[in-house]
C-alpha cells in the first residue's frame, strides 16, 4: 500500500504545474546562459561552438594522436606541419597547452641570428593570448618538455615582445651568438 | 486523481521563453563570405528601440503583463511571466538590429524610420491583429531592403540580382555611401528569426487570456489541491 501510495504520489508530481514550470524556468536559465555565452566567447564556427561548451563543462578534450603528432613535428623543425597537427588536435582553440605550443612554433620559426620575422611572432602572439584566454589561472607553465627552453607564458610573451622592439641593441653584433629559443 | 495539466503552462513554461532566447540568438549571428561566425551584441540605439516596440505591443494588446506576471498566479508562473518578458525585450532588440544595417550613414537612415514608424503604430493605437500584420509589413520590408536591395546593390561581383537591380533603379547610384553587406548566409538567419519573432509574438497570452489567466491559475490550484486529496 505504501508503495502504491508513494508511486501515485511521485506520478501527481510529476503531472504538477509547478513541476513544468520549474523545469521550464531550469531549461531557460540553462539557455539564457548559454546565449550570454555565446555574445561573451564569439565561437567563430560549429566546431569552437561545440569545444567551448565542451570546456566549459570539463569535458572537451583534445586529439592526444595528433597532438603527439605536432610535438613530432615540432622537434623536427617542421613548423608549419607541427601547426595543422596541432590544429587538428585542438580544433576549438580551447587548449592552453596545444595553443601555447602553436605559439612556440612561430617563435622559433621566426626567430634568426640576423634577425626576426615580425608577422610570424606576431601570429605567435595572437596564438598566445587564446591560449591565455582558455587557461583558468592566466598563466600557462609546460615543465614536461625538456625540449623547450621556454617552460611559460610569460616568458614567451616577453620574447615576443623582444623580438618586435626596435632599439640599438638590434645592431650587437654578440646577437649572433644567442641561443635558439 | 490529477488532471492534465493546461496547455498553457507548457506554452509559458518552454515554448515562449525559448522561442524568444533563439530570436536573441539568432538576430545577432552575422556568417560572413567564408562561413566565420559572428555575434553582435545589440547596438544602444536597438534597445531603445526595442522599448518603443515593446510599448507598441502593450498598448496593441499584444502582451499583456496580468496574463504573464500577477498577485494571484503562484511565484514560478510569475517568475516564467518574467522570464518571456525578459526574452521577449532581448529578441525584441536582437530583430531590430539585424534589419537594420551596421554602421554607417544607412543605419541613421533605418533608425530614424524605425521610430517614426513605431511612433506612428502607437499613435495609430491598432489592436493586437492589425498590429501583427503591420509588424509582418515593417519587418518583412526593412529585411527586403538590407538583404535583398543593398546586398545586392554593394555586392562585390555583377550578380544578376544587382543587374536587375540597377535596372529597376535604372542605373541609380549610391556614391560613397559606404556599407558593408552581410553574407548570403546571415539573410537566411535573419529571415529565421523574425518569422519566429512574428509567431512567439502572436502567440503570447492575448488579452481575452488575462480575464482567463485567473481560471487557469485557479485550475493550477485545483490540481495541487486534487493531488493533496488523492493523498
Sequence with gaps: MATTSASSRAAAALRSPALVRAVGLATTALYAAFVVWVYTAQPRSLVEMRGGVAASIGVYAVDAVAFDEGVRYFRADKFAEARRAFGRADAAERDPKTQFYIAYTFLRQGWGRFYEDDALYAQGQAALQRALAASSGGVIRVDDDPNLTIKSSDELAEAFARGLKRDVSDLNPLGVLEKRP | ?231
Design chain 2, 1 to 231: 486523481m490529477s488532471a492534465a495539466i493546461p496547455r498553457t503552462v507548457w506554452h509559458e513554461a518552454f515554448t515562449l521563453p525559448i522561442a524568444f532566447l533563439s530570436v536573441a540568438l539568432l538576430g545577432g549571428l552575422r556568417i560572413d563570405t567564408a562561413g566565420r561566425f559572428g555575434f553582435a551584441p545589440p547596438p544602444l540605439m536597438a534597445l531603445v528601440l526595442a522599448v518603443v516596440l515593446v510599448a507598441v505591443l502593450f498598448r496593441a494588446g499584444a502582451i499583456v503583463p496580468a496574463a504573464l506576471v500577477h498577485p494571484a498566479r503562484p511565484g514560478l508562473a510569475n517568475a516564467s511571466g518574467l522570464a518571456i518578458v525578459l526574452a521577449l525585450g532581448a529578441a525584441t532588440a536582437q530583430v531590430i538590429a539585424t534589419l537594420t544595417p551596421d554602421g554607417g550613414l544607412l543605419t541613421l537612415v533605418f533608425d530614424v524610420a524605425w521610430l517614426v514608424l513605431f511612433g506612428n503604430t502607437l499613435a495609430a493605437r491598432p489592436d493586437r491583429r492589425r498590429l501583427l500584420a503591420s509588424l509582418l509589413v515593417i519587418f518583412g520590408a526593412a529585411f527586403v531592403v538590407k538583404y535583398v536591395i543593398l546586398s545586392a546593390l554593394y555586392a562585390p561581383d555583377s550578380s544578376l540580382m544587382k543587374r536587375a537591380v540597377m535596372a529597376l533603379l535604372e542605373g541609380v547610384s549610391l556614391g560613397g555611401l559606404a556599407y558593408q553587406p552581410p553574407g548570403p548566409a546571415t539573410g537566411y538567419v535573419a529571415f529565421a528569426a523574425v518569422l519566429l519573432y512574428v509567431g512567439a509574438v502572436a502567440a503570447l497570452p492575448q488579452a481575452a487570456a488575462s480575464a482567463g489567466a485567473t481560471a487557469i491559475v485557479r485550475r493550477e490550484a485545483t490540481i495541487v489541491d486534487s493531488d493533496r486529496l488523492a493523498d
